[in-house]
């Protein structure tokens, strides 16, 4: 359900107000053309996730579930991987095998353990917030109100174009969960632990869980698994309107405003400003 801020948002821009996705950014001299890609070249940075302000110290504690150890249940590991008869056969053997030895079963779990790390810290965020008006999140992360905010369409997936040869991937916002404490996320130690698909699901709720600390944030998640960080292109139309921080510097508004107008299709902009009695930042549109 929509909060207050975001239908006072979604009322000016004339959209459904639970679509409405906002990411606040700082004018960084460390990232100076951050702006222009936005809102020129339609591209996002998505950052580590070794980046994330999360109070989880570290990367997620991988186990794994119980391996299967009857030959029905071998039998039915092996076929979810497509491997046909007679190699099937050949291979539920030497993993019967392999499993009934101790020192090989921890080994084959360290690896696991391993990999699902690296696949984690290999991944890439981008975050978004859902109370577009609210002066503790500009001051946190637009700079004390000097930066600026892009609102997004949420309700269009991003196709994302993985290698050349294979379908793209479509990255859409999810929820954060947030949580007392992060539990071991549990990897099924497969027949093929080659292929790192078999962890995405569990990597997906490392990814989604943050401490219940940051819960008054309600904020959104896209992430790529195992893809490191970088700019993805996203469809032109649903960039929506671009916020001005209540502090903004006067060169940044005007540098903004002209980059808007160059636009194909030039959207809103607005600039936030605080009220001596009303606590959430009231937005006046300029551009």
């Known amino acids: 359900m929509a909060n207050e801020d975001q239908r006072e948002l979604g009322d000016l821009l004339g959209m459904n107000p639970e679509h409405l996705?906002?990411?606040?950014?700082?004018?960084?001299?460390?990232?100076?053309?951050?702006?222009?890609?936005?809102?020129?070249?339609?591209?996002l940075w998505f950052a580590s996730v070794r980046s994330q302000d999360d109070i989880f110290e570290g990367k997620p504690r991988f186990t794994w579930r119980d391996p299967p150890t009857s030959d029905a249940d071998l039998a039915e590991m092996i076929r979810r991987q497509g491997i046909p008869e007679?190699?099937?056969?050949?291979?539920?053997?030497?993993?019967?095998?392999?499993i009934a030895d101790p020192a090989i079963l921890a080994k084959m779990c360290r690896d696991l353990e391993d990999r699902n790390h690296e696949l984690y810290e290999r991944s890439s965020i981008a975050s978004f917030l859902s109370e577009p008006f609210n002066q503790e999140l500009w001051s946190r992360y637009g700079n004390q109100g000097n930066g600026y905010g892009v609102v997004f369409d949420g309700s269009k997936p991003w196709h994302l174009q993985v290698a050349e040869g294979h379908a793209p991937m479509d990255l859409v916002p999810f929820p954060v969960k947030y949580v007392d404490t992060r539990g071991r996320p549990a990897i099924e130690l497969a027949f093929a632990p080659a292929d790192p698909s078999n962890s995405f699901p569990e990597i997906e709720k490392a990814l989604l869980s943050k401490s219940a600390k940051w819960k008054h944030q309600d904020e959104n998640r896209m992430f790529?698994?195992?893809i490191p960080e970088g700019n993805v292109r996203f469809p032109s139309e649903i960039l929506?309107?671009?916020?001005?921080?209540?502090?903004?510097?006067?060169?940044?508004k005007k540098r903004i405003i002209e980059m808007v107008s160059k636009?194909?299709?030039?959207?809103?902009?607005?600039?936030l400003e605080e009220h001596p009695e009303i606590y959430p930042l009231r937005p006046i549109k300029i551009a």
């Open 21 to 43: 996705l906002v990411r606040l950014r700082p004018f960084s001299a460390a990232r100076p053309t951050e702006p222009s890609q936005i809102i020129l070249e339609d591209e």
């Open 86 to 98: 007679p190699t099937a056969s050949v291979l539920r053997r030497e993993f019967a095998k392999q």
């Open 224 to 226: 790529r698994i195992g």
């Open 240 to 252: 929506r309107a671009v916020l001005l921080g209540y502090n903004v510097r006067e060169p940044d």
């Open 263 to 271: 636009r194909a299709e030039p959207i809103p902009v607005f600039q």
